[in-house]
């Protein structure tokens, strides 16, 4: 089993940046594939950014692209979110997940799920 926990959400206004963190523990591989999810009320999981084990790879949302920045450090088993140029759209709860395989970006590839941390945008 892996754990999950992610950390760094709250309240921020429009325009301003957040670091969301995701931290692992229990058996973890730093070949795992790393990705973050977000879910707003009413709303479906939806893909915002994911990273190969490797740093090869990496992909982002297209509502995103450009405002946000996944990176990994395998030493500390972390991965983070950089977000930055925040909007309104982007309130939601932000999950991280691990794929044991290589790349992607869909929901259904990804075995374990940490609980989320709330980000809320204030326009």
């Known amino acids: 089993q892996v754990q999950l926990v992610e950390s760094g959400g709250g309240l921020v206004q429009a325009g301003g940046s957040l670091r969301l963190s995701c931290a692992a523990s229990?058996?973890?591989?730093?070949?795992?594939?790393m990705g973050w999810f977000r879910q707003a009320p009413g709303r479906g999981r939806e893909f915002v950014a994911a990273?190969?084990?490797?740093?090869?790879?990496?992909g982002y949302a297209d509502s995103v692209k450009g405002r946000f920045t996944i990176s990994r450090d395998n030493a500390k088993k972390t991965v983070y979110l950089q977000m930055n140029s925040l909007k309104s759209e982007d309130t939601a709860v932000y999950h991280c997940?691990?794929?044991?395989?290589?790349?992607?970006?869909?929901?259904?590839?990804?075995?374990?799920w940490g609980q989320g941390t709330q980000v809320t945008v204030s326009s």
């Open positions: 229990g058996r973890t591989s730093s070949s795992y594939t």
């Open positions: 997940a691990a794929h044991m395989g290589y790349y992607s970006d869909s929901p259904g590839a990804y075995d374990y």
């Open positions: 990273i190969s084990w490797n740093n090869i790879l990496m």
